[in-house]
């Protein structure tokens, strides 16, 4: 068996995840964790943290359809086989984050109803963009804005709330760690499978950059949209943290996030997602675009 089939098998998925990093999770997490009381008593911090949960859910759900979509648009039978376990791992993160939803307190009957009212419109219009070519069944575009593009975004979203999360919040960081792991093996098959259709298609660079740039426009503003948001919300976090003696440093790409603004936070994250963009896009020989805006 080839190196690439067997890294992309459903043997090597089985392997690696129900029974590998997941086993004994429930949820993504250990069995007895719980959100925090502190968080679940500070109504500002717990409605920011919902509205954060909304938009991973956002997210999630746009995932789950772009991967279940391309699986019959895939040109070969070991990309339809890792599109089908990639479908079933966003599958399990729309699940694990609609039960953190629950968990927060929003009630079954609500649920639908506290999307609507969080999501980020930005977010929406950055997976429109995604979905727009799925449903055309472009196998190279939509792996591409899925496996490089959103994939690097969720990827790095997902880090930065670990390096938080691991200090005052062991369950919400256990969940974390096993969406990075599966979001590293994504991203993973999108520079692999990517790099020779686009050496066999080279006319079609620009349009996909094109994509790219809408999607990395939409990204931003996302970005902008929600740390405006949270701006109230980190200081809370932080006097939280110093009155329960808690200061340990969250150190995410050598700055603390216990420290840093709300703006610093934003341009952090911002600069490490379009450094991904520029790397993981250069190896599939595609040159990286920036938005207008």
Not at 3 to 19: K, M, N
Not at 67 to 94: I, Y
Not at 197 to 215: A, F, H, T, V, Y
Request: proline share 2%; net charge negative.
């Amino acid at each position: 068996m080839s190196d690439f089939l067997s890294g992309y098998s459903i043997q090597s998925w089985l392997e690696r995840c129900p029974q590998g990093y997941l086993e004994g999770t429930v949820y993504g997490h250990e069995k007895a964790e719980r959100e925090p009381d502190e968080l679940m008593k500070n109504e500002a911090l717990r409605e920011q943290q919902i509205r954060t949960t909304v938009n991973l859910i956002v997210g999630e759900r746009a995932a789950l359809a772009a991967s279940s979509g391309l699986v019959n648009a895939a040109p070969d039978q070991r990309s339809k086989t890792f599109l089908a376990t990639q479908t079933l791992d966003e599958a399990r993160h729309v699940e694990i984050f609609s039960q953190r939803l629950l968990d927060l307190g929003v009630s079954q009957a609500d649920f639908e109803s506290t999307i609507n009212t969080y999501a980020n419109p930005h977010l929406v219009k950055f997976a429109g963009v995604l979905l727009e070519k799925v449903d055309k069944k472009d196998f190279v575009a939509g792996v591409v804005g899925q496996n490089i593009v959103l994939e690097g975004l969720a990827f790095s979203v997902f880090e930065m709330m670990h390096a938080s999360a691991k200090i005052d919040n062991l369950k919400w960081a256990h969940t974390l760690a096993g969406t990075i792991a599966d979001e590293r093996r994504h991203v993973g098959f999108g520079e692999n499978r990517i790099g020779a259709l686009i050496r066999d298609n080279p006319g079609r660079k620009s349009e996909i950059e094109k994509m790219q740039k809408d999607m990395t426009g939409h990204m931003l503003a996302t970005f902008a949209w929600t740390f405006g948001q949270d701006k109230d919300t980190v200081e809370t976090v932080r006097e939280m943290r110093k009155s329960s003696g808690k200061e340990e440093h969250a150190v995410y790409h050598g700055v603390d996030l216990n420290q840093a603004s709300s703006a610093e936070i934003e341009k952090l994250l911002a600069e490490t997602v379009i450094h991904e963009f520029k790397t993981r896009l250069a190896r599939v020989g595609l040159d990286y675009q920036s938005p207008a805006a």
